[in-house]
């Protein structure tokens, strides 16, 4: 044979080849073409889904997040984000396997009888045909193309809003007021009614030594002067009531006041000044001047800047008429979240958008709304839906470098920055989001408009239409008819001043958070917040000048045992100062304290650093040996409270660290050049530092330990004495 024969042959036979599973694929199609889908599905298949499937994985009931009454979700698949089915591919569809698996743990259905070989051969035959639903009376290729019909579904109903945190606040009456008489302001009669109902009564009021310690600590993270204690003590003995007030008022009015309160907002906020990450000496993502933003928060607290309007500036400052240019520094709350590396790329942009809305929905929400960014909140009213319209509102904004004239500057390093510039945000072009199925960015579903949370949107559930929405969001957030945002601030204020909060999961009111200890006095301090003008100072005053807040912190044996936890607040709470009040503390009894309202940020590591705590440095990439040692929060995240730990590098710091032996050093000279003798001096050291004269057993204590020659080399005995007391308990803790 001819070699060209050849060559011809072989390519009919090849061209046979090739064109056999075709041929095959369109005469199937033919006959496919030929059979009633919706009856075969209506006779062999869904009758077997009903009985076998639909219990567990229906309309009410979906374990292991997978639901089998619908063709989307079954594509979609459960929380292993594996499709249940494969289009023509039945013996390699999840949903046929489980049928014929004999493992115990695998199996479906998981109990009852098995399904018979002929009716599994059914569902894959099913499967291999494309898996035909024809109920929506719609055509099956339009479903499968349709985004929203793999999509979580998750509704949102009128009983998800009967959840407590989802209803309004509203004023109550306390039951048993009129006999009340212990009570002093209106949060007590709630106190006094829990304490009747548990068999308990409320603990003596405390000294005034004790309690003018305590509240000036308390609103200014500082301890009282000698002077200052000396007077409330006189003017106590006179009138109780007038001599706490006017050291409330005169605390409240003090710029300290707001450093106090920036301490515990700044956490929040996950207040950072660089980023977790550095290549090489770039910095260029850093944040030189957040200061501006921690200033900000300090003065809007000392202004008595309404809280409403504290948290609508943090987020549209830029959007609101009238703004005070000075505000426009509020952004930072915004323009210092973390930046990565390859922001262009859309899943580094959904990882900034995600701490956006961690950081806005916890903070100022009390819920963990990121949960739902892979998948439909596990506890809460709160779909992925909710998420992307959330987090299109931040992927319509940028984080810009601004002057407050609008002069903008590039990401600029740490030796090159103008003094004036903010860390903000501004808008960008609006966008509304896909949902990220199963959070990837590359597997799209439906488009959401930006808009608030469905299950508080009863009254107006529209999109956000102004820009990037950010006004609409903070109007949403700081709104009366919000049923959160008063709460958990007068929730986190309470836990601020009592040590232990009414709701003691503080960033989490949803259905995995905590019940309130006091639901009325937690909805009637909220009401009367929102409606007294969300005034932050007005609400302090209250909470400080109650009877509640003047117990006493002694406790009998059996009070402990009936309530161990104090959850009825029978007792004041013993609590331990924050690093922030004691190393101040140490500064301001040696007499090194320097204060700058609003300073820029130092190294709280250089032994020389005399500035107030809320002033250092905060960094994500290496927060400083002293704030990690002693319980600061990661600034990385949101943070909703301290951890208190007791560790030996804390007592090593405090033995021995070049600040600890310079402050006591500086005290012990305070003290003896304060008297003429030893006796005079540790009285003068006790009424310092714990506000209470030393009883027999500490002054003969304190004498011998005196006569004896000093232990360690450049110290004398009273410098070794001043810094026993410097770190000792009754010094770290407030009664």
Same mark, same amino acid.
């Given at each position: ?14 061209? #046979? ?30 009758? %077997? ?25 079954? /594509? ?14 039945? @013996? ?33 035959? &099913? ?5 035909? &639903? ?9 479903? #499968? ?36 008489? &212990? ?112 200033? &900000? ?124 510039? %903010? ?13 990220? %199925? ?64 009414? @709701? ?9 958070? #905590? ?5 009325? %006095? ?7 917040? /929102? ?8 609400? @302090? ?64 590591? #250089? ?20 704030? /990690? ?107």
């Amino acid at each position: 044979m001819r070699a060209s024969a050849v060559n011809v042959r072989n390519r009919r036979v090849l061209g #046979a080849i090739f064109l056999a599973p075709v041929l095959s694929f369109l005469n199937a199609g033919i006959a496919l073409a030929a059979v009633d889908f919706g009856a075969q599905f209506e006779k062999e298949v869904r009758p %077997l889904l009903e009985e076998n499937c639909f219990k567990c994985h229906g309309e009410e009931k979906q374990k292991g997040g997978l639901r089998m009454d619908r063709k989307a979700d079954l /594509m979609s698949g459960g929380d292993s984000g594996e499709p249940a089915i494969i289009l023509g591919k039945g @013996v390699e569809s999840q949903l046929v396997a489980r049928m014929r698996t004999t493992k115990p743990d695998e199996m479906m259905p998981p109990k009852g009888e098995r399904m018979k070989p002929e009716q599994i051969a059914a569902i894959q035959r &099913w499967i291999d045909n494309g898996a035909h &639903w024809p109920s929506s009376g719609k055509p099956e290729t339009e479903i #499968a193309a349709k985004p929203s019909a793999v999509a979580n579904t998750k509704v949102i109903t009128d009983k998800d809003r009967e959840f407590w945190s989802f209803k309004i606040p509203q004023r109550s009456q306390a039951a048993g007021m009129a006999k009340a008489a &212990w009570a002093k302001q209106p949060v007590d009669f709630f106190v006094a009614s829990a304490l009747a109902k548990s068999g308990l009564v409320p603990a003596p009021e405390t000294t005034p030594a004790v309690l003018i310690r305590r509240v000036t600590y308390d609103l200014s993270g500082m301890p009282p002067t000698p002077e200052e204690m000396d007077a409330f003590v006189q003017s106590a003995i006179r009138n109780p009531q007038s001599a706490i007030e006017s050291v409330v008022d005169r605390l409240l009015a003090s710029p300290r006041f707001g450093e106090r309160m920036a301490s515990m907002w700044l956490p929040l906020a996950r207040y950072a000044e660089d980023q977790a990450h550095q290549v090489g000496k770039d910095t260029k993502f850093f944040y030189p001047n957040a200061y501006h933003y921690r200033a &900000w928060v300090i003065d809007a607290f000392n202004r008595g800047l309404p809280y409403d309007q504290f948290v609508k500036l943090q987020l549209a400052a830029d959007r609101m008429t009238g703004t005070d240019p000075r505000d426009l520094a509020a952004l930072g709350f915004l323009g210092l979240g973390p930046k990565y590396y390859n922001r262009g790329r859309l899943d580094v942009q959904a990882d900034e958008w995600e701490d956006r809305v961690d950081t806005v929905s916890r903070a100022m929400l009390g819920l963990t709304v990121a949960c739902a960014r892979c998948h439909d909140h596990k506890f809460d009213p709160i779909s992925m839906r909710d998420y992307y319209a959330l987090a299109g509102v931040f992927a319509s904004t940028s984080m810009v470098n601004k002057t407050p004239d609008g002069k903008v500057a590039k990401d600029s390093k740490a030796a090159d920055v103008d003094p004036a510039m %903010l860390h903000l945000v501004e808008d960008a072009k609006p966008q509304n989001l896909n949902v990220f %199925l199963r959070g990837n960015v590359e597997s799209k579903g439906p488009i959401v408009a930006r808009r608030f949370l469905e299950v508080l949107s009863k009254r107006d559930a529209s999109a956000f239409s102004d820009g990037s929405g950010r006004r609409e969001l903070a109007e949403r957030i700081a709104s009366s008819e919000n049923p959160l945002t008063a709460r958990v601030f007068v929730n986190r204020v309470w836990a601020l001043l009592l040590g232990q909060p009414l @709701v003691s999961t503080p960033s989490n009111f949803g259905h995995s958070g #905590a019940l309130p200890t006091h639901p009325e %006095l937690l909805d009637d301090l909220a009401r009367r917040f /929102m409606d007294g003008g969300w005034s932050v100072k007005a609400l @302090v005053r209250e909470i400080v000048l109650s009877a509640t807040y003047r117990q006493s912190s002694e406790c009998d044996d059996a009070k402990l045992a009936r309530d161990p936890g104090n959850r009825n607040f029978s007792r004041m709470n013993r609590r331990r100062l924050t690093f922030e009040q004691w190393r101040d503390s140490v500064l301001a009894h040696s007499g090194k304290l320097t204060e700058s309202l609003g300073a820029k940020s130092a190294d709280i590591d #250089a032994p020389d650093n005399s500035s107030r705590t809320v002033y250092a440095f905060v960094s994500r990439l290496k927060l400083s040996d002293q704030l /990690m040692r002693f319980d600061y929060p990661d600034a990385n995240v949101h943070s909703e409270q301290r951890s208190v730990t007791t560790t030996p590098m804390q007592k090593l710091f405090m033995l021995n660290s070049p600040f600890m032996l310079r402050n006591a050093a500086a005290f012990s000279a305070s003290l003896q050049a304060g008297a003429s003798d030893d006796t005079a001096r540790i009285a003068n050291a006790y009424r310092m530092l714990l506000a209470r004269e030393p009883d027999a057993a500490e002054r003969a204590l304190a004498a011998e330990f005196l006569k004896r020659p000093s232990s360690s080399p450049g110290m004398t005995r009273w410098d070794q004495y001043a810094q026993i007391l410097l770190i000792s308990n009754p010094m770290l803790y407030v009664d």
